[in-house]
């Protein structure tokens, strides 16, 4: 078997680097992961990218040379672009959409010269004046107005991660946002909600993806995650960061509730008491972790031009998925509710899922276009908790 009959997916994270290699049936053949230690460590990173191929290698007995990239960063933008195309007469709608597409993305390189298109969305088509999202085979008009979503990465940086794999005569031959893609393979799960918002913390970066009646309707990156939790214990108690990101893991094997309310204790507190110093606070801690993730959520939702809708909805989820959201799994949250959830969930997440989420999008995509219908492999009722997020 040679090395086109496999898929090898890379999910190229700040803190773990995943590699799953699928034969061309789509079955998973291997998976691995590997922890980098070192914050934006070069050679580390080359060293983890070289041990996981050349194990992978061994467990399939072929050579590995090109892979599917998903990758989540900070420097990642979302920008709207709508492009109005009218004609004399009535044309095919989808026969023109490539060339309005091609046109759309000229502007985008033109304009933001040092940035690299990482994905296209058709978010909708308006055609003499209605609304569609997806597009009939015979579907005519005069007047198209085509809104378009591009996700896009800083050039520098898009060639340096493409050159790490070249020092290992790797290639990349699809690049994708790792959060964005996940989200897309998700959202089967929640096919009877109106709104579905993902909320994946990472390490150094949060991505909120909206989507309305299964279709992204917003995204926004932020440069804030994980790592600022841990950034704020270590600075409130005057510790080193490695004993600060041990004791906020404390908290997700906890089952505590987080509040402003100096007088809110419970059982389950004895649990960080038994390993922390008695002169730290646990209210303390519990507030500062508390503050952090409120300017998360107030910040990823910033700027939301949809919210009304969102807040009127009957029918809504919030989902929580990446390591930095792990504080969610055990532990209740008490926040003014915004946006009128009527649930939230933690996505536990495994490695292979999150690599098969790649594989989805890598099979069903088209060439310069995301679409949002695809496959789902988990099944509606995965989820059996329930977490009372927000006070009511």
């Known amino acids: 078997m040679n090395n086109s009959n496999y898929i090898s997916i890379v999910d190229y994270g700040s803190k773990n680097l995943r590699l799953s290699v699928f034969d061309k049936k789509l079955n998973n053949l291997c998976n691995l992961s590997k922890k980098i230690e070192k914050n934006y460590d070069y050679e580390e990173q080359l060293n983890a990218i070289d041990f996981l191929v050349k194990e992978s290698e061994k467990k399939i007995s072929n050579h590995l040379e090109n892979f599917v990239l998903m990758l989540d960063d900070q420097e990642f933008i979302s920008i709207d672009l709508s492009i109005r195309k009218d004609f004399d007469q009535k044309i095919i709608v989808k026969n023109i959409s490539p060339s309005i597409l091609m046109e759309a993305s000229h502007l985008i390189n033109n304009n933001y010269v040092k940035k690299k298109i990482i994905h296209t969305i ?7 004046g209605q609304v569609f999202f997806d597009l009939k085979n015979n579907l005519e008009g005069k007047s198209i107005i085509l809104e ?4 896009c ?8 991660i493409i050159n790490i794999f070249k020092k290992k005569n790797l290639q990349i031959i699809n690049f994708f946002c790792s959060s964005y893609v996940k989200s897309l393979s998700y959202i089967k799960s929640f096919k009877d909600y109106e709104f579905v918002a993902f909320l994946d913390i990472g390490f150094e970066r949060s991505t909120l993806s909206l989507f309305n009646n299964g279709k992204l309707n917003f995204i926004n990156f ?6 600022h939790i841990t950034k704020d214990i270590s600075k409130v108690l005057n510790i080193e960061i ?12 906890s089952e505590i509730e987080f509040s402003h309310d100096i007088n809110n204790n419970h059982k389950n507190d004895s649990f960080l008491k038994k390993i922390l110093d008695e002169n730290i606070s646990i209210d303390l801690l519990k507030k500062v972790v508390l503050a952090r993730i409120e300017e998360i959520i107030e910040l990823v939702f910033k700027d939301l031009y949809d919210a009304k809708n969102l807040r009127q909805s009957q029918n809504s989820i919030f989902v929580l998925t990446g390591n930095g959201s792990k504080l969610f799994n055990n532990n209740s949250f008490n926040l003014d509710d915004k946006y009128n959830f009527n649930e939230i969930n933690f996505y536990e997440e495994s ?15 088209n060439v310069g276009e995301v679409k949002l219908n695809i496959k789902s492999t988990k099944k ?4 059996e908790k329930f977490f009372n997020f927000f006070a009511k």
Request: proline residues 2%.
């Open 153 to 160: 990465l800083p050039l520098e940086k898009y060639n340096k």
């Open 242 to 253: 490695d004993e600060s990101e041990k004791i906020k893991k404390l908290f997700n094997k």
């Open 122 to 128: 058709s978010i909708k088509y308006i055609i003499n």
């Open 380 to 383: 509606k009722g995965f989820f």
């Open 222 to 227: 932020i440069s804030i995650g994980g790592h």
């Open 148 to 151: 378009i979503k591009y996700l």
């Open 351 to 365: 490695d292979l899922e999150i690599c098969n989420s790649g594989l989805n999008v890598k099979v069903e995509s």
